[in-house]
T-cell receptor, first 108, second 112 residues
C-alpha cells in the first residue's frame, strides 16, 4: 500500500493562478520530498523538507509540513503552462514510498 | 554527465520469457532502487540496494530479482514474464537513503 497519499488526484487551473496539492502519510518521517513527472519521463526532485522544518521555499514553490497531522502541502504560485505535470510526495528510509500523485493541468 | 541510464527504453516480451532491465549511474551513489509505475497507482518499490553487495525487497518484489555487484549497476531481472508485469519501470539512485533520488527515463515493458 502507498504510504504517501496526494490529493486532489487531478487539478486544472488557469495560467497565473496558484496550485495547491496535499500529501498525507502514516508513519514517522525524517524528511518528506516532492517530485515532478512530465509525461513520458522520469521523476525529478523538486524540494525536500526535514521533519524539524515547518515551511520551505524554492522559487515559486512553497512546501509546508505538519508532523502532528502527518501532512504536507505543495504550493506553486503564479502557475505556467509548463508546470503541467504530475506531482508526487515521497518519504521513507531505505525503502522510499511514493503516493499516486496529483495530475496538474495549467491552461494557457 | 549522464546521470541514471536505463536500457532498453521499450521492450515487448511473450509470457514466460525472461529478460534483464539495465540501470547504470555515474554519480557514485550508494543507494539505488527499482520502481514500477502503473496507471493510477503511482510508483511501487520493487527492490532497492544501499550499496554494492546489499539488496533488499520493496513493496512488490515477487517475480523480480536484483543484484548489485558494482556501485554503478543495478540490473532488474524478470524470471518468467507475466502479463501482470506490463508496466513502466524506473530506476533511481541517491547518495544515501533519505536523500533526493535521481530517476532514469524508464523502460516501457509490454508482456503479451
Amino acid at each position: 500500500s502507498q504510504q504517501g497519499e496526494e490529493d486532489p488526484q487531478a487539478l486544472s487551473i488557469q495560467e497565473g493562478e496558484n496550485a495547491t496539492m496535499n500529501c498525507s502519510y502514516k508513519t514517522s518521517i525524517n524528511n518528506l520530498q516532492w517530485y515532478r513527472q512530465n509525461s513520458g519521463r522520469g521523476l525529478v526532485h523538486l524540494i525536500l523538507i526535514r521533519s524539524n522544518e515547518r515551511e520551505k521555499h524554492s522559487g515559486r514553490l512553497r512546501v509546508t509540513l505538519d508532523t502532528s497531522k502527518k501532512s504536507s502541502s505543495l504550493l506553486i504560485t503564479a502557475s505556467r503552462a509548463a508546470d503541467t505535470a504530475s506531482y508526487f510526495c515521497a518519504h521513507g528510509g531505505n525503502d522510499m514510498r511514493f503516493g499516486a500523485g496529483t495530475r496538474l493541468t495549467v491552461k494557457p | 554527465n549522464a546521470g541514471v541510464t536505463q536500457t532498453p527504453k521499450f521492450q515487448v516480451l511473450k509470457t514466460g520469457q525472461s529478460m534483464t532491465l539495465q540501470c547504470a549511474q555515474d554519480m557514485n551513489h550508494e543507494y539505488m532502487s527499482w520502481y514500477r509505475q502503473d496507471p493510477g497507482m503511482g510508483l511501487r518499490l520493487i527492490h532497492y540496494s544501499v550499496g554494492a553487495g546489499i539488496t533488499d525487497q520493496g513493496e512488490v518484489p515477487n517475480g523480480y530479482n536484483v543484484s548489485r555487484s558494482t556501485t554503478e549497476d543495478f540490473p532488474l531481472r524478470l524470471l518468467s514474464a507475466a502479463p501482470s508485469q506490463t508496466s513502466v519501470y524506473f530506476c533511481a539512485s541517491a547518495g544515501q537513503k533519505n536523500q533526493p533520488q535521481h530517476f532514469g527515463d524508464g523502460t516501457r515493458l509490454s508482456i503479451l
